[in-house]
Structure formats: structure tokens, C-alpha cells
T-cell receptor
């Protein structure tokens, strides 16, 4: 039972344009959400997070939006750079729990 | 901050053999987690330690799997009598508190022949 879903396996974007990666979840108990970036042969690297008490969190070129009613979050990268090419994983956790639930990832390719 | 370190990076073994992986978390982190990632999937939780205590185990952690964190620092994950289905990337993560992001190592890729 996949509680966190990333329905787009891949996304290609031109350099300088906006990349939007989407994530849906089914468990309403999740209240903390994270995005990780993964390069080949490396572990996931934490990118940005958002608590359910917020609907937006921004860090430089990266912004995460949370729509609790729709159980949907998205990661916006603007402007996209070739170095952003990686697999992006959405993850969710419930306060007090220990295990992150991950989506299946979206492979972003930024075309120079 | 030297990051989470895992050893070995790759392990190839024959079916039925035992394997052991090591994880060294970020030094000030008292929480340590093991995950498994198979092709095309996101990481899946296996187990969690707070200091030396193993406080949670996933049902994915069969009887052939055992994890330890003897002194609350590094951790080991052992798989006995390996099976083909054990082939995966085994990831270790650590965090300072439950509300802080988990930081991952680069993983150990296990291949069963």
C-alpha cells in the first residue's frame, strides 16, 4: 500500500525554466514532508521540508507547497540548472513516528 | 560534519551466505535508521535505534535480519542465509531528534549471485 505517490516517473525541463515535481499522499496523519535529491551511486540528500502548519516553505531556488485538503505537495525549482538533474523523492512522516514513507521518485533532467 | 558513512559500498555474495554491513552516523546524532531500496522504488524503513536501543522494527525485517548498535555509535546490519530477494541497496540514516531531517549515507549495494 503506497502511502506516498509520485505519479510522474520522469520530467524534462529546459535550463532556466521552472521545474515542478508533484507528490500525493493518502495518510492524513502525516504532518511533516520532505524532499530528497539523489544522484547516481549516492544516498538521498535532504533538500527541503515543510510542516503541515504551513502551506509554503522557500529556500533559495527551491519552494515546497503543501495543500492539505488535497493531500498534495509540490516542489518548484526556479530557475532550473543542469546540476539539478537527479531523482527527487518525496517523503512523509507522522510526528512521533520514526519511519519516513517515500514515493517512488521522479527523475528530473534539465536540458542545457 | 563528516556525514553518514557506510561500509562496504558494494557486496557481492552467493546465495546462502551471511553478510554484515556497517554504518557510522553523524557523530552527534543519537537516532539511527536502516532502510532498503530496490530498483524503481523509494527507500523502505527497516529499523530504528535511539542510542543503543532498537525501538522499532518493520515487518520487512525477517528473522534472517538482525541489527545492532552496541555502544550507541556505529550500527551493523547482518543478513543470514541470503536469498535472491535480498538484493537491494541498504541505506543508513541518522538524525539528532525525531523532528529533524534524516540524513542518509551512500548505501551498501548487495548483489546475490
Amino acid at each position: 500500500d503506497q502511502q506516498v505517490k509520485q505519479n510522474s516517473p520522469s520530467l524534462s525541463v529546459q535550463e532556466g525554466r521552472i521545474s515542478i515535481l508533484n507528490c500525493d499522499y493518502t495518510n492524513s496523519m502525516f504532518d511533516y514532508f520532505l524532499w530528497y535529491k539523489k544522484y547516481p551511486a549516492e544516498g538521498p540528500t535532504f533538500l527541503i521540508s515543510i510542516s503541515s502548519i504551513k502551506d509554503k516553505n522557500e529556500d533559495g531556488r527551491f519552494t515546497v507547497f503543501l495543500n492539505k485538503s488535497a493531500k498534495h505537495l509540490s516542489l518548484h525549482i526556479v530557475p532550473s540548472q543542469p546540476g539539478d538533474s537527479a531523482v527527487y523523492f518525496c517523503a512523509a512522516i507522522q510526528t512521533g513516528a520514526n519511519n519516513l514513507f517515500f514515493g517512488t521518485g521522479t527523475r528530473l533532467t534539465v536540458i542545457p | 560534519d563528516t556525514g553518514v558513512s557506510q561500509d562496504p559500498r558494494h557486496k557481492i555474495t552467493k546465495r546462502g551466505q551471511n553478510v554484515t554491513f556497517r554504518c557510522d552516523p553523524i557523530s552527534e546524532h543519537n537516532r539511527l535508521y536502516w532502510y532498503r531500496q530496490t530498483l524503481g522504488q523509494g527507500p523502505e524503513f527497516l529499523t530504528y535505534f535511539q542510542n543503543e536501543a532498537q525501538l522499532e522494527k518493520s515487518r520487512l525485517l525477517s528473522d534472517r535480519f538482525s541489527a545492532e548498535r552496541p555502544k550507541g555509535s556505529f550500527s551493523t546490519l547482518e543478513i543470514q542465509r541470503t536469498e535472491q530477494g535480498d538484493s537491494a541497496m541498504y541505506l543508513c540514516a541518522s538524525s539528532s531528534t525525531g523532528s529533524q531531517p534524516q540524513h542518509f549515507g551512500d548505501g551498501t549495494r548487495l548483489s546475490i549471485l
